[in-house]
């Protein structure tokens, strides 16, 4: 079953992710990203089963288009 993310919740990239490969030369101004780096969900794109927007915590406070499959849950809005 596919993990579906809602504003609020904080998720973490998956431990090979292709955005931590990707990361130093693509949205994160040559700063690494890595597997403890938390994302916050500000906007879950109702209409969207792939992609949610989100801001990295600790990061330059821009919120990035990211995809579901990268990620996974720490921890629900509601928790």
Known sequence: MKTIFNVG??????????????SAGFRNEGKTYNPDSLV????DLVSSQQF???VVC??????????HEEFD???RASE
């Open 9 to 22: 919740d904080l998720v973490k990239f998956k431990k090979n992710s292709w955005w931590l490969k990707r």
């Open 58 to 67: 600790g990061g330059d406070g821009e919120s990035h288009l990211w995809s």
């Open 52 to 54: 949610f927007y989100g």
């Open 73 to 75: 849950l720490v921890s």
């Open 40 to 43: 916050l969900v500000t906007d």
